[in-house]
């Protein structure tokens, strides 16, 4: 199959979340398979490119083209900067689509799929359904949508409509509108052959009212459609035994480098040095999808019960200020970095003895994973991707790879924290747990085969 990636963020050129993770690490997998592959994505002004050329490549032979703007994409955000969003993002991202679209005529590269990725390039498969519909060059062409995060959607004044560049009047409630606004995320899940999100578990809460974020009803619509499928991680990138950034290299077969990489960042972030306590660390945006608000809710816990907390992030105003005072409060045990480095993010996932994720929902998360390799045990909110990687450990049959709270409250996340620390006092079960959870593995290669699977789907459909 010849097959499209168009995303507005592709690891290793840019990156803000999971989403450049997916399209830099799936399009190598799915070229492993036996199929073609091209990817498509802007230039912004921070983009990692070395090359002039308007063309770069991953994996082995897969192509990445990039749309070059400089008013559109010459700026220092991909999505925004201090202030928000930016106000031109319809007219940025539509003029993303429309020239994906061009491009491909322009290297005539006839695509059996083009993959679209998030409400960014959600206007694809309307495209191809209306303006194109007509056109030989894309009359076999099938598109699928990939919802990374339901709760960004795409949704814009409905004054802005004329700036689309569709034909024929799609404002309407089956099509583009929302509550009298455009939602482009809305028009993929119509217009698009199939719709996949990055987890099972997270494909059926998104068709209900808790987690529909107001578009249950147009998803249980498209039901037979929808597809979960888990993201996978990248094993080379992510690996502990030869990880530029850790203070010590360590394995599943040796892990006492864990140990040092715990009292480096205990140092590192002026906590007590000391063995004896458990600390936790905390990976990611600060905003309320993440926990943060559990999260403060229970430091003081954290502390009574002879934990620490190693935190690194950025985000809201309002939770660096609540951080800040955590901090104050207990500067010998609980060290924070408000600010994102990758360096220190590695050092909290080699240097934790367990890995706090009290996301109110989670599509799939990479966190959970990423934390299993460096022997980080996760204690995680049973949401989403979550629930599906990540099981109750049993410290009497010695199953499972973590701790878990079903209801979204501080008093089950307490008594998941304390449940933890009880196995942590126990250095059998550690000994056990750290390296069995370090061998844990959730590769691309799986992921790719059941997006193959929805690819062949799409294209043996009338």
Known sequence: MKIVFCASEVVPFAKTGGLADVCGSLPPALEACGHEIVVITPRYKTSKVNAPSPVVRIGKKVRVYFIEHGHYFGREGLYGDTDGDYQDNLERFSHFCHHSLKLLKNIRYKPDIIHCHDWHTALIPVLLKTKYQKESFFKNTKTVLTIHNLAYQGVFPWEQYSTLGVEGHLFHTQ???????????????????????????????????????????????????????????????????????LATPFSSHQWEGKAHNKAFLQDFLGMTMDERRPVFGFVARLCHQKGVDLLVQVVDDIIRLGGQIALTGIGERKYH??????????????????????????????????????????????????????????????????????????????????????????????????????????????????????????????????????????????
């Not at 996932?349 to 994720?357: I, K, P, R, T, V």
């Not at 109750?392 to 933890?420: C, M, P, Q, R, W």
């Open 175 to 245: 099509g583009l509108e929302f509550y009298r606004q455009i939602n482009l995320l809305k028009g993929g899940i119509i217009f698009s052959d199939a719709v996949t999100t990055v987890s099972p578990r997270y494909a059926k809460e998104i068709q209900t009212p808790e987690f529909g974020c107001g578009l249950e009803g147009v998803l249980r619509n498209r039901s037979n459609d929808i597809y979960g499928i888990l993201n996978g991680l990248d094993y080379d990138a992510w690996n502990p035994q030869d990880d530029p950034f």
């Open 321 to 462: 200020r609540m951080l800040e005072q955590c901090a104050k409060d207990h500067p010998k045990h609980v060290g924070i970095h408000l600010k994102f480095e990758e360096r220190l993010a590695h050092q909290i996932y080699a240097g934790s003895d367990f890995f706090l994720m009290p996301s109110a929902y989670e599509p799939c998360g990479l966190g959970q994973m990423i934390a299993l390799r460096y022997g980080s045990i996760p204690v995680v909110h049973k949401t989403g991707g979550l629930s599906d990687t990540i099981s109750l450990y049993d410290s009497i049959h010695y199953t499972g790879n973590g701790f878990l709270f079903t209801e979204y409250t501080k008093e089950a996340f307490v008594k998941a924290i304390a449940e933890a620390i009880k196995v942590y006092k126990d250095p059998k079960q550690m000994d056990f747990l750290v390296p069995q959870a370090m061998r844990y593995r959730f590769w691309w290669d799986k992921s790719a085969k059941e997006y193959i699977r929805v690819y062949q789907k799409c294209l043996s459909s009338a």
